[in-house]
């Protein structure tokens, strides 16, 4: 059996496994993670670039970009679940990998959107099931692309063999 039969369906388990217990935390906690990886960033430029910045100052801005870090999040991590689902498909040669992919992560941010419901200080929303399928999309458009590109260079590397051959 082929490693990649194995590791890719590992990683999606475990994308859906970080999506899950994210999803899971109640609202303070998820937005004082959120907060305290902008507070990272900004202490991380202020010691690069050698600047202060204010305790009210690293307030606005957390504020500011809280919106677009969480919703950066989700984007992100539905990304990885395309690409690997996409890849999960391919390799165990189903048919349409691609409207597989697609209808899985579907499900899953639907999915994802409803557990939340049941969150303390948490909410479901459509707007985060459109932003989970565009990070999707995207993944799932990068492992075609890789895909594809692969397989131009495996049928080159055959051709040439081919010829030398002969």
């Not at 994308?15 to 999803?23: A, D, H, K, V, Y």
């Not at 100052?57 to 677009?68: D, M, N, P, S």
């Not at 996409?86 to 691609?98: A, I």
Request: charged fraction near 20%; aromatic fraction near 16%; proline fraction near 1%.
């Amino acid at each position: 059996m082929q490693l990649k039969k194995i590791i890719f369906p590992c990683f999606v388990f475990l994308c859906m496994g970080t999506i899950f217990l994210f999803s899971h935390q109640n609202g303070n906690k998820s937005e004082r993670l959120s907060d305290d990886f902008v507070l990272k960033i900004i202490k991380s430029v202020t010691e690069v670039s050698k600047t202060e910045v204010s305790e009210i100052r690293k307030v606005e801005i957390v504020q500011k970009t809280r919106f677009l870090i969480r919703k950066g999040a989700h984007f992100f991590l539905y990304f990885l679940l395309g690409f690997l689902s996409y890849l999960t498909f391919k390799v165990y040669h189903f048919k349409h990998p691609l409207f597989l992919a697609i209808f899985f992560c579907l499900i899953y941010a639907s999915s994802d959107e409803i557990h939340q419901l049941f969150v303390n200080a948490r909410t479901g929303r459509v707007l985060d099931v459109l932003i989970d399928m565009c990070g999707s999309f995207s993944g799932i458009a990068i492992s075609l692309f890789l895909c594809h590109f692969w397989m131009q260079i495996k049928n080159k590397k055959l051709t040439t063999e081919r010829e030398n051959y002969l």
